[in-house]
């Protein structure tokens, strides 16, 4: 029987050669084509639309309360006014409150907002941004002293998640959805100070055991000449992250706001986000000529004339497109 096979298997082989032989033969008469693997094709998913008038409604919002600076009146109106529109969009809110001691030696009363949506589903990204405003116009050439308006920094970032939050209540994506609202960002001198709201957040999440796979923070987004780079520890921490948000929004037109363009490392809301164990990356406005961010930044031209309710609402689909995207 061995050697039964063992003929059979040669035969085989014989046939197999011979075919071979053929193909290589017709391969040779026919032109040679260049092999083009098919891009596999890019569809983007439906999501409920984006209103521009209403994202750029909700930084307005947050300017009309006055400069949101710690311990102030309008810091206190507008902390409760995104908690009631959160819990108005079907978001569960939990607040993390307390004291933190500034370097300047003054107590800080702060408030940061988590508001989870979709509760039932285990799978979770998270969206962020901070909503103190900063005290100071240290950039500016005059009236260093007195607050910022805040329209961009950071206005803009809270407009953008509320915008999704109110669209996530109109139709649920397949993924659950956490919204860290971080105070107490904005009063720092050195890199250390800055953040104590998402420092805090990040020893102690309140997200229990349903930890989102990766995260977005969303710091200075509503100039008309944004710029989002491949910011430094987004790269190091999620760099799959950005590719995906990047790749959607080349996919949407948007290239013009998000350049695939290594930046360096900037201590943000996101690097605590990472020290939580959650990869999250950084779309925050930077002018690569200068190195440094928008030209309103930490300025009194930081106000609604330099928000752009086009810009608003290209950010506000590329995160609605991500999330909507998952499944
Ligand atoms: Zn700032």
């Known amino acids: 029987m061995v ?4 003929i059979k298997i040669f035969f085989r082989a014989i046939l ?43 930084v307005q919002k947050q300017v009309d309360f006055g400069p949101r600076t710690p311990n102030s009146m309008a810091h206190e109106k507008c902390a409760d006014w995104m908690v009631e529109k959160l ?38 990204i998270m969206l962020s941004a901070h909503w103190d405003t900063r005290p100071w116009a240290d ?41 860290v609202l971080f105070d107490i960002e904005d009063y720092g001198k050195s890199n250390e100070t800055f953040c104590y709201g998402s420092q805090i957040w990040s020893k102690d999440t309140r997200l229990d055991s349903l930890l989102p796979i990766y995260g977005i923070n969303l710091d200075m987004v509503g100039d008309p000449n944004a710029l989002f780079l491949y910011e430094g520890y987004s790269q190091e921490y999620a760099r799959p992250v950005l590719d ?8 949407m037109g948007y290239s013009r706001y998000f350049k695939v363009i290594p930046d360096g490392q900037i201590i943000d809301d996101h690097y605590y986000v990472n020290q939580a164990g959650i990869p999250c ?47």
């Open 3 to 6: 050697k039964i096979v063992f």
């Open 16 to 58: 197999c050669y011979f075919c071979l032989f053929l193909i290589s033969c017709s391969d040779a008469e026919e032109p040679k084509r260049k092999a083009t693997p098919a891009k596999p094709k890019f569809t983007l998913v439906k999501t409920p639309q984006v209103n521009p008038d209403s994202v750029f409604y909700f």
């Open 87 to 124: 819990k108005s969009y079907n978001f569960k809110t939990i607040e993390q409150k307390g004291k933190q001691l500034a370097y300047d030696g003054k107590e800080l009363a702060y408030r940061n907002i988590i508001g989870r949506f979709g509760l039932n589903k285990k799978k979770r």
């Open 139 to 179: 950039q500016d050439v005059e009236r260093r002293d007195e607050p910022i308006d805040g329209a961009n920094d950071a206005g803009s970032g809270v407009a953008v998640i509320l915008e999704v939050a109110r669209l996530l209540n109109q139709e649920s994506p397949n993924i659950g959805v956490d919204v």
């Open 244 to 251: 995906k948000v990047w790749t959607i929004a080349k996919h």
């Open 281 to 327: 990356i950084d779309i925050i406005h930077r002018d690569p000529q200068n190195g440094s961010f928008a030209n309103s930044w930490h300025t009194h031209n930081d106000n609604m004339d330099n928000i752009s309710a086009k810009t608003l609402k290209s950010v506000t689909d590329v995160v609605m497109q991500t999330i909507y995207r998952e499944d």
